[in-house]
């Protein structure tokens, strides 16, 4: 071929060889970068890898170094650490032993299967470690990784004894290097058998601490007495106290089920034979019962239990421990031995006055029924602040320590006492209505066909109807229309801002037929806002609680995991509005005359509660300086003749502790509008409205925007006859100017005013003249 001619040229012979020379040195520069750049990463990662490692170390010396020493005072079992609970005043209520709780008994008298059981489900290598397992350690992490949901543990005996000695159980890496490190101190100090008699003596099963409490609990004998089977039902409780605790049919069910896998391990570290296992696990446990067990026995009447307020103080603080970090057998432990110091809410002498009323058996006249008292309960809350002041649960002598609080742990039907916070209150706070809106009391069918719902209490009812004296009277009718004007939705919104969570919607929730009841707790606290600016406060039993270091471990206004929650429920003028309308209720209405305090001197209001059939009745009443809420009625819902009871105990406590204290009104805040109206149509008065002899003006409350400005239409003037012939009257052009009321309501007859010139009619029938105790009576 001839040589190439154009642009193209071809490349010369050696141009290969140059090629080859230029893409060495490029291949060698591109690798020396790459060399250059992983050299850069791998002495990055190193120097990352030794800065982690220091800062990690630094880390772990740092919570070794403020690890608090176990003393030898702690290792001192044999004395009682108490948890003492003091007054709103400072006063020493009531000192909490763990010797009610725990009985120690040295090792010897442990019999050895029942400590093997122990180091077999919890600690296998006890024996060989120094307070650190490394293995088990290991294997946890391992288990953690491949199976996630799994929450086998990497904690050794003494590791649990730390935990039980200190009181800190909190879930955080910091605590968990400090307790492998006493543990592994701890070791160094004492002996393995000083470490296991102290285990075994410490440990929570259920309420009792200790192999010893917790066999007389379980077996009801001595721990000495009870064999390799029953040992591995103790062994199996620690693991969760609540859940495998032999109290319940499931509680046994799972107590035995984890029975086995304690006897498996026992079997597989030779620490039982075959046939002592086989044995063991063909036994048939015979736990004690419930009904056969003498704590809390009621049959010694010497026996001083604990109040219910602080039963209930105890049961506070335990949940506000556990939020706070602390496992349940962690906080049962610090209250039962941890030397606490609990300041409640309690004023005593209000408590003294509630006692001396639920021990008067003049409150109480409904007989026994099939063997079981009529029943009553109480709370008494101060409004500036939810904290609880008093409680009582029963009726007559309490009968043990942790007995049923029908205070605040029995829900029941709340009867009319709901309106206020699940219909007037939010309708009004919503400005659906005012307090001069009229509603027409009339048969309604709500339930659909033909049937008559709601109906009122003792039948009857009042046609055009203000709201003030719906409330006043406790309608129901009314209460249910404006319901349904409000929405379901709403009233759960509203309900649930008080602390009263609930789903179910219906006109039977705005009368107070609620599938899931309240308690006197919840509907004090529901009835703060009305006094209280319109906030709510959860109640509460404590302000804070010390340990024995002196420590604040637990303060309701500092502490944002137990921190005391309040919410704005209504704006301040519709909680004073509501509030003038319950008071009329202890005035003039169902709560009159027990709901008026000290004779007047002090303000008060409140709202009654009727269930159907008089099951169950409520007050909930409540004065510038308290808010009390009484049940009264049987704990199997039984109907009742109709009496007072709840009101006349609401006023045998609230009357006396209010002896001493200044007189006191309910202070109106600014910016509410007073209007004088037509009480019969809730509209400005027109001239027509004074020719109505049972007319009555009705100065109401307002919120702004809310005044009426329309002129009563429900009061008409017609020129008539002088008089009527036959009860007709004729119209006339030259006769006399007489009132007619327009329209009183529609179940009725809807009355219109005929058309000039001439027409007759029959004049509406006037209703009868109020009552003294029920005359609209003007506010402000």
């Known amino acids: ?98 010797a ?18 122990f180091i077999a489900i919890e600690d296998e290598r006890f024996w060989e470690h120094n307070g650190f397992d490394l293995y ?65 003596n410490l440990i929570n099963f259920n309420g009792v ?16 007495k009870i064999d390799i089977a029953e040992g591995a039902c103790l062994a199996a409780i620690i693991k969760a106290p609540s859940t495998y605790g032999p109290t319940s049919k499931e509680g046994i069910k799972k107590n035995l089920e984890r029975q086995k896998l304690v006897l498996d391990s026992m079997l597989r570290n030779n620490l039982i034979t075959q046939t002592q296992y086989t044995k063991a696990y063909k036994e048939k446990i015979k736990f004690r019962t419930a009904n056969r067990s003498t704590t809390h026995t009621t049959t010694n009447t010497n026996k001083t239990y604990r109040t219910f307020f602080v039963d209930d103080v105890l049961k506070e603080v335990k949940a506000d421990l556990i939020k706070s970090g602390y496992s349940e057998d962690g906080a049962v432990s610090a209250i039962y031995g941890g030397g606490l110091k609990i300041y ?43 904290q609880v002041k008093a409680m009582y649960g029963t009726h007559g002598k309490k009968a043990g320590d942790f007995v049923l609080n029908r205070a605040s742990a029995v829900e029941r039907q709340p009867g009319s006492s709901i309106k206020p916070i699940a219909v007037y209150g939010p309708a009004l706070d919503k400005r659906i209505i005012t307090m001069g809106t009229i509603i027409d009391d009339a048969p309604s069918y709500m339930q659909g066909g033909s049937k008559v719902y709601p109906r009122n209490a003792g039948g009857g009812y009042r046609g055009f109807t203000p709201i003030w004296q719906a409330i006043q009277s406790s309608i129901n009718v009314v209460a249910a229309k404006v319901y349904q004007l409000e929405g379901g939705e709403n009233a759960l919104d509203y309900l649930s801002r008080v602390g009263i969570d609930r789903t179910q919607m219906g006109i039977a929730l705005s009368l107070g037929g609620m599938e899931q009841g309240v308690s006197p707790l919840q509907m004090a606290a529901a009835y703060v ?39 704005n ?81 609401w006023k045998a406590v609230m009357d006396p502790i209010h002896s001493k204290l200044p007189s006191a009104r309910f202070v109106e805040p600014a910016g509410l509008i007073h209007k004088t109206v037509c009480s019969y149509s809730g509209m400005l008065p027109s001239s027509a409205c004074s020719g109505d002899p049972y007319y009555r003006l009705q100065t109401n409350l307002y919120l702004p925007g809310t005044v009426p400005t329309e002129y009563c239409t429900y009061h008409a003037v017609a020129r008539v006859h002088s008089s009527p012939v036959n009860g007709v009257w ?51």
């Open 100 to 117: 009610e709780m725990r009985q120690v008994v040295p090792l010897k008298k442990i019999p050895k299967w029942v400590q093997d059981a």
């Open 1 to 98: 071929m001839g040589k190439s001619t154009g642009r193209y040229k071809s490349r010369p012979d050696n141009s290969t060889t140059v090629d080859n020379k230029k893409g060495k040195k490029i291949r060698k520069r591109k690798k020396s970068k790459f060399v250059l750049f992983f050299k850069v990463v791998f002495i990055a990662i190193m120097l990352v890898s030794f800065i982690s490692v220091g800062l990690f170390a630094g880390y772990i010396y740092g919570c070794i170094n403020t690890a608090e020493p176990i003393t030898d005072a702690m290792l001192d079992i044999s004395g009682n650490q108490s948890t003492i609970v003091y007054d709103s005043n400072k006063r020493q209520l009531s000192v909490i032993s763990s």
């Open 569 to 649: 429920v209504y704006q301040e003028g519709t909680a004073y509005i509501m509030e003038r309308m319950m008071q009329r209720v202890v005035t003039n209405g169902t709560a009159y005359p027990y709901g008026i305090i000290q004779n007047g001197r002090i303000d008060s209001a409140g709202k009654t509660g009727t269930t159907n059939e008089t099951k169950d009745k409520w007050f909930i009443g409540y004065t510038p300086y308290y808010v009390g809420a009484t049940w009264y009625g049987y704990d199997i819902a039984t109907s009742m003749p109709e009496m007072a009871q709840a009101l006349r105990i």
């Open 730 to 780: 004729q119209l006339s052009s030259s006769g006399i100017y007489k009132t007619f009321v327009t329209k009183r309501s529609s179940y009725s007859g809807a009355w219109s005013l005929p058309s000039y010139p001439y027409s007759t009619y029959t004049e509406p029938v006037k209703p009868k003249p109020p009552t003294p105790s029920s005359v609209p009576m003007p506010i402000g």
């Open 529 to 567: 806002p009305f006094v209280h600016k319109g906030i709510y406060f959860e109640p509460t039993t404590y302000s804070k609680v010390i340990d024995s270091k002196g420590r604040v471990i637990l303060d309701k206004k500092i502490d944002l995991d137990v921190k005391q929650r309040t919410e």
């Open 344 to 386: 409640t809410t309690m004023d005593s002498a209000i408590q003294s006055q509630m006692d001396k009323v639920f021990n008067d058996e003049s409150f109480f006249p409904n007989p026994a029924l099939n063997g079981k008292k009529v029943q009553a309960s109480m709370v008494i809350i101060d409004p500036s602040n939810g």
């Open 136 to 200: 088990g350690f290991i294997r946890a992490a391992v288990k953690k990784i491949t199976e996630p949901g799994n929450r086998e543990g990497a904690s050794t005996i003494t590791m649990q004894l730390v935990k039980n000695l200190t009181k800190n159980d909190s879930v955080t890496l910091q605590r968990k290097f400090q307790e492998q490190y006493l543990a592994m101190n701890l070791e160094t100090r004492i002996t393995k058998e000083d470490i296991l008699k102290l285990y075994l």
């Open 209 to 224: 601490y200790g192999v010893q409490a917790a066999s007389m609990k379980y077996f009801g004998k001595g721990v000495d």
